[in-house]
């Protein structure tokens, strides 16, 4: 029905970044709150960062000032720019929408995804 799909993952030396994205598809009416969620191993999924369809955004305390989320919503797609990376910030990073389908149903969809490695 709705299905997201990540990219961008990789390795990469702390103080270094990446950027993530995320496409939705499917059967889409309209999207609306899309965020980024992460687990480290061992631990549980973290909020990130989330950004309404009115481009309002909230970011976790640990990531503020580094992390920048953007969407576009012409191409039902979210972004994670992550700047001045930490070992801590390595995860699996997953990406998350909530999305008014035309069948009138409210999904909440989740990506399969993206590791993201900060190690030296």
């Known amino acids: 029905q709705v299905q997201l799909v990540e990219s961008g993952g990789g390795l990469v030396q702390p103080g270094g970044s990446l950027r993530l994205s995320c496409v939705a598809s499917g059967s889409i009416f309209r999207v609306n709150v899309m965020a980024w969620y992460r687990q480290a191993p061992g631990k549980q999924r973290e909020l990130v960062a989330t950004?309404?369809?009115?481009?309002?955004?909230n970011y976790a305390d640990s990531v503020k000032g580094r992390f920048t989320i953007s969407r576009d919503n012409v191409k039902n797609m979210v972004y994670l720019q992550m700047n001045s990376l930490k070992p801590e910030d390595t995860a699996v990073y997953y990406c998350n929408a909530v999305v008014f389908t035309r069948s009138l149903e409210t999904v909440d969809a989740w990506g399969q995804g993206t590791l993201v490695t900060v190690s030296s």
């Open positions: 950004m309404s369809d009115a481009v309002s955004t």
